[in-house]
């Protein structure tokens, strides 16, 4: 069965940072592209960053400067560290693992909640 299961969320000032964290499970993780979006109330999901399995990242251009992606792949887990985070970052962030050969293997987390506010 496959899991991912976000953790490093919660409530934060502006202009504070928050370290979210993916980890895997049930999945041959090194095949894999991961993914961090996100989904604010009354939003669609966005992508905020990926990081391909050969280690290729993009950021979003509201997360480009102030967010790192990275991976373990010997603890099978992903990261997300933000930094100068607002009010309008407030959403759900989601974990996604994308198998780039596969259009079934793709597989989400339930979220973590990142609220921003004073």
């Known amino acids: 069965q496959v899991q991912l299961v976000e953790s490093g969320g919660g409530l934060v000032q502006p202009g504070g940072s928050l370290r979210l964290s993916c980890t895997a499970s049930?999945?041959?993780?090194?095949?894999?592209?991961l993914g961090w979006y996100r989904q604010a109330p009354g939003k669609q999901r966005e992508l905020v960053a990926t990081?391909?399995?050969?280690?290729?990242?993009n950021y979003a251009d509201f997360m480009k400067g102030r967010s790192t992606i990275s991976r373990d792949h010997a603890k099978a887990m992903a990261f997300l560290e933000m930094n100068s985070l607002t009010p309008e970052d407030t959403a759900f962030y989601y974990c996604n693992a994308r198998n780039p050969t596969s259009s079934v293997r793709n597989y989400w987390g339930q979220g973590t909640q990142v609220t921003v506010s004073s």
């Open positions: 049930g999945i041959i993780f090194i095949l894999y592209d």
């Open positions: 990081i391909s399995k050969g280690g290729s990242i």
